[in-house]
């Protein structure tokens, strides 16, 4: 357990450090006005935010996902792995179960994380603005709102989360058997590569326009008075302004960040669960223990 904690939580900080600039300008382009947006595009966005803001522009909020890193990864990994192991059987519809689990339990770390992440991008750079980082935008928060402002979100990142684990962990189980990944096999960290992207995107365009709906409550009133009672309020008011596209808005940049973000946290807990057990198995003298862990083991 504790090198699955360890690998995980390596992995999640390696996926964040390549991803959050693409969660920068999918958080813009969603909640941006339709009357005056700011952004024509993704490609645009990026180029933006740089000219205006320079390249850490694209990191800020960075803070918030790394503070919840630890505790997602830990919850994510370490309730699934539980979870299969209950179920009784490595199947399909058991990995989507106890991926589904996972999800659902880490909401409690991730709404408030997202929150706080959302609000720190949208906020103007420079002396005037609003939080000074992570834990002072939730204890802003908390103080104006209480609790139910902390979890802001909670309902909508429930319904994305949920789903979207239970996707991921069914496609990367169903990707990496028919990959044929086994220890042992040379192109086995390729291949890791290759299932762990696919899941991230398909798991994303699962719930995508619940994605967006949640950015949109988490954003309401940082400029101006609120406008959205709840979920479907949001998606009704949403849906009229803007039509269907709404619901899509930002995947672009969140697709293209899928892909490399669950590369990157694959391979790291790949190669960290590899020199962990490596090591283990040398000490033991039991060199037939030391072949390349897979990360599905979790």
């Known amino acids: 357990m504790a090198l699955d904690f360890l690998a995980g939580c390596a992995g999640g900080v390696a996926g964040v450090l390549v991803g959050h600039p693409f969660d920068t300008v999918k958080v813009r382009l969603q909640v941006q006005s339709v009357e005056k947006p700011q952004y024509r595009g993704t490609l645009h966005c990026f180029q933006a935010i740089i000219k205006q803001e320079s390249v850490l522009g ?21 309730v699934q792995g539980n979870a299969l192991r209950a179920l009784g059987r490595d199947s399909p519809l058991n990995q989507f179960l106890a ?16 929150l706080a992440k959302t609000r720190l991008q949208l906020q103007e750079a420079g002396p005037a603005r609003t939080y000074r980082g992570p834990l002072d935008c939730l204890a802003q928060i908390y103080r104006q709102e209480g ?27 169903v990707l990496t058997r028919a990959l044929g990944c086994e220890p042992g096999d040379r192109l086995l960290v390729p291949k890791l590569l290759l299932a762990g992207g696919t899941s991230g995107i398909a798991s994303w365009l699962s719930t995508y326009p619940v994605d967006v709906v949640k950015s949109r409550l988490q954003a309401d009133g940082l400029q101006g008075a609120p406008r959205y009672r709840g979920i479907v309020d949001c998606m009704q008011q949403s849906y009229r ?34 020199y962990a057990r490596g090591e283990e198995a040398r000490l033991e003298g039991d060199a037939g223990s030391a072949a390349l862990a897979q990360p599905s083991s979790l």
């Open 99 to 114: 991926g589904a689990a996972a999800g659902a339990i880490q909401c409690v770390i991730c709404c408030p994380m997202e």
């Open 58 to 78: 694209l990191y800020r909020g960075l803070g918030s996902p790394l503070l919840g890193l630890t505790f997602i990864n830990a919850l994510v990994f370490g």
């Open 147 to 173: 609790l139910r402002g902390v979890n802001r979100g909670m309902a909508s990142t429930l319904l994305r989360e949920t789903p979207s684990f239970g996707v991921y962990f069914l496609t990367y189980d």
């Open 241 to 274: 302004a803007e039509g269907w596209r709404v619901f899509t808005r930002g995947l672009a940049s969140t697709l293209l960040r899928a892909f490399p973000v669950n590369a990157a946290t694959f391979a790291t807990v790949t190669v960290v669960l590899s």
